[in-house]
C-alpha cells in the first residue's frame, strides 16, 4: 500500500478514454495529453501490425490513402467490442508507451471501457494494459468517467442520467451514489450516420462516396430535428452506373431522412432504459434532466429529439468529446480514495 503510494510519486499514471474512435490519454495532474483516432495500419489480409509506431493513430490515418494496396487501416473497436485483441494491444501498448516513454517505475492506468462489454474483453484489455507497460490497472465504466468529466452529482443520492454517443456505441445510464444503477448500450452511433447516408447516396443517385467524406457531409449539414434554416452542400462521388467522377447537391432534410432509422434506433435505447429505473430516480429526472456527450451529441438537434422522445430537459455538456477522458482524469487525482471502491466494484483486477 504505502509502496504502492511511493512508486506513485516516481511514475505518470494515466487515464485513458478508450473509444471506437478516438483514443485520449490523460496524466495525473497534467491534463489530456493525447487524442488520436483508434486506428492502426496492418498488412492487407493479416494481422500484422506495421513496425515502429508508424502504424498507431494519427499517422496510421494520415498514411491511408498514401500508401500501396498492401497497407490497410483497422478500427479494432469499430462496433464497441473488442474485434481484434491482438489489434487492440498493439494500439494500447503504442499510446502508453509515447506518453509514458521509458521511465523506470511502470504506470498505474485507469482504463474507461463501454459497460457492455463481456468479462472476458474487460480482462482482455487489462491483461493489454499489464503488456504494454502497465503496473495496475483499473477499469471504471465509461458512463461513470462521462457523468464525473461532465461535472455531474453522481456520488450523491439523486440520480444522474448519462446518453454518450460514441462512434460505435452509444451509452445511455442512470447513476447515484457513485453506482450505475440501469444502464443499457446499443451498437449504434455517429458511424452509423455516416453508413446511412453512403447507403442513402447510393440508392437514390447511384452515387458512391466514402466514409471520410459521408463524416464531412454528416458534420456540415447533418441534422436530427428540423433546422430553423435547412442547409445543403454539394457531394462529389463516382457514379455506379458510368464509373466516372459525379457531383450532386443534397440537403440536409434529406440527410435527416436518411438518418432516421440508427437515430430512431438511439432513441429507442434511451426509452428503454427510462422504462427500467428506479421510480425515485426516474423522479429525480424531472428536476435533473439528461446529460448528452460523445461525439456523435454534436450531431445538430439531437439534444431536442431526445427531449421531444422523453419530455425530459436533455443538457449538452461543454467538449462532449473529451468528457470521459476528464473523467478518468478526475479517477486519477483521487485514486488513493477511490480505489478501493473500484475494487469492491469489481472493477480493478490485481
Ligand atoms: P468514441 O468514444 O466511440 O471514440 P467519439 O465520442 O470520439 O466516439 O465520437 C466519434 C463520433 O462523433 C464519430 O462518428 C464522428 O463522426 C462524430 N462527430 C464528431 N464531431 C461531430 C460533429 N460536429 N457533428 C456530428 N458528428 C460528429
Ligand atoms: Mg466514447
Request: with cysteine; charged share 25%.
Amino acid at each position: 500500500m504505502i509502496l504502492d503510494t511511493i512508486l506513485g510519486w516516481f511514475s505518470k499514471d494515466l487515464g485513458i478514454d478508450l473509444g471506437t474512435c478516438n483514443t485520449l490519454v490523460c496524466v495525473r495532474d497534467e491534463g489530456i495529453v493525447l487524442n488520436e483516432p483508434s486506428v492502426v495500419a496492418v498488412r492487407k489480409g493479416t494481422n500484422i501490425v506495421l513496425s515502429n509506431g508508424l502504424a498507431v493513430g494519427l499517422v496510421a490515418r494520415d498514411m491511408l490513402g498514401k500508401t500501396p494496396g498492401s497497407i490497410t487501416a483497422i478500427r479494432p473497436l469499430k462496433d464497441g467490442v473488442i474485434s481484434d485483441f491482438e489489434i487492440t494491444e498493439a494500439m494500447l501498448s503504442y499510446f502508453i508507451r509515447k506518453v509514458h516513454g521509458r521511465s523506470l517505475v511502470a504506470p498505474r492506468v485507469v482504463i474507461a471501457v463501454p459497460s457492455g462489454i463481456t468479462a472476458v474483453e474487460r480482462r482482455a484489455v487489462i491483461d493489454s494494459a499489464e503488456r504494454a507497460g502497465a503496473r495496475k490497472v483499473y477499469l471504471v465504466d465509461e458512463p461513470m468517467a462521462a457523468g464525473i468529466g461532465a461535472g455531474l452529482p453522481i456520488t450523491e443520492p439523486t440520480a444522474s442520467m448519462i446518453v454518450d454517443i460514441g462512434g460505435g456505441t452509444t451509452e445511455v445510464a442512470i447513476m447515484s451514489l457513485a453506482d450505475i444503477s440501469t444502464c443499457e448500450s446499443v451498437r449504434i452511433g455517429g458511424d452509423n450516420f455516416d453508413e446511412a447516408l453512403i447507403t442513402h447516396l447510393k440508392r437514390t443517385y447511384n452515387l458512391l462516396i466514402g466514409e471520410p467524406r459521408a463524416e464531412q457531409v454528416k458534420i456540415q449539414i447533418g441534422s436530427a430535428a428540423p433546422l430553423e434554416q435547412e442547409l445543403t452542400m454539394e457531394v462529389a462521388g463516382r457514379d455506379t452506373i458510368s464509373g466516372l467522377p459525379r457531383k450532386i447537391v443534397i440537403t440536409s432534410e434529406e440527410i435527416r431522412e436518411a438518418l432516421r432509422e440508427p437515430i430512431a434506433g438511439i432513441i429507442e435505447t434511451v426509452m428503454r432504459t427510462l422504462e427500467k429505473a428506479e421510480p425515485e430516480l426516474a423522479a429525480d429526472l424531472i428536476e435533473n434532466g439528461v446529460h448528452l456527450c460523445g461525439g456523435g451529441s454534436l450531431l445538430r438537434g439531437m439534444d431536442t429529439i431526445i427531449s421531444n422522445a422523453t419530455g425530459l430537459k436533455v443538457i449538452a455538456v461543454e467538449d462532449p468529446l473529451s468528457c470521459v477522458a476528464r473523467g478518468t482524469s478526475v479517477y486519477l487525482e483521487n485514486l488513493e480514495d477511490w480505489k478501493d471502491t473500484l475494487d469492491q466494484n469489481g472493477y480493478t483486477w490485481d
